[in-house]
C-alpha cells in the first residue's frame, strides 16, 4: 500500500471529515441496510432494481468511509497562530478588488481538500491561493492559470482570520 502525503487542512475542515465519517458509520449505514432489506422483500433478486440501487448505495458508502478515514488520518491541521496578524495564510479570509472590472470578490484559503469555489472556498494550491498567501493588505498580487490562461489582479483589501 502507497503510503499518502500528509493533507493541510483547517481545523474547521478536519471537524467536517470527522462529523461525515461518523455520519456515514451510524445514520447513514443503517438507513442503507434498512432500504436492502425493504428491496429484498420484493422479490426475485437478479431482476430487483431497488435492491441493485441500494446496494450500490451500500457500495458508494463504504467507498467514502474509506477515502474519509485515509483523509483523517493523513490530516495536517494548520497552526494559524504562527502566522503574523495580517497576513494571508490557510485559514484567511481574503477581501480584494478585481483590478479588471472593479469588483468585488472574498475568498477563504484552505487546504486542497476542502475547496469550493461555489462557496468562496479556494484552495491554498491554486494559482490565486498561491498567490494570495505571504501578502497584506493593501497588496497587489497578479498571476495566470497556464491550463485555461486566464489572468488576474487583485488589491487587497482586508485579511481576517476566524
Not at 485515509?70 to 503574523?84: L, M, Q, W
Request: charged share 35%; glycine share 8%.
Amino acid at each position: 500500500m502507497a503510503i499518502e502525503k500528509k493533507k493541510t487542512m483547517t481545523q474547521e475542515g478536519y471537524d467536517e471529515l470527522v462529523k461525515e465519517l461518523r455520519w456515514r458509520e451510524g445514520e447513514e449505514r443503517e438507513r442503507i441496510k434498512n432500504d436492502i432489506v425493504v428491496a429484498r422483500g420484493f422479490g426475485d433478486l437478479s431482476e430487483n432494481a431497488e435492491y441493485d440501487a441500494a446496494r450500490n448505495a451500500q457500495a458508494e458508502n463504504e467507498a467514502r468511509i474509506l477515502q474519509l478515514k485515509s483523509d483523517i488520518e493523513n490530516a495536517e491541521i494548520h497552526d494559524s497562530s504562527k502566522v503574523a496578524q495580517g497576513v494571508i495564510d490557510i485559514g484567511s479570509t481574503v477581501k480584494a478588488v478585481d483590478e479588471t472590472d472593479g469588483s468585488e470578490v472574498t475568498f477563504r484559503i484552505v487546504g486542497s481538500n476542502e475547496a469550493d469555489v461555489t462557496c468562496g472556498k479556494i484552495s491554498d494550491l491554486s494559482p490565486v491561493g498561491r498567490a494570495l498567501i505571504g501578502h497584506r493588505k493593501g497588496e497587489t498580487i497578479t498571476g495566470s492559470v497556464e491550463a485555461s490562461g486566464f489572468t488576474f489582479s487583485y488589491r487587497i483589501l482586508d485579511v481576517t482570520r476566524d
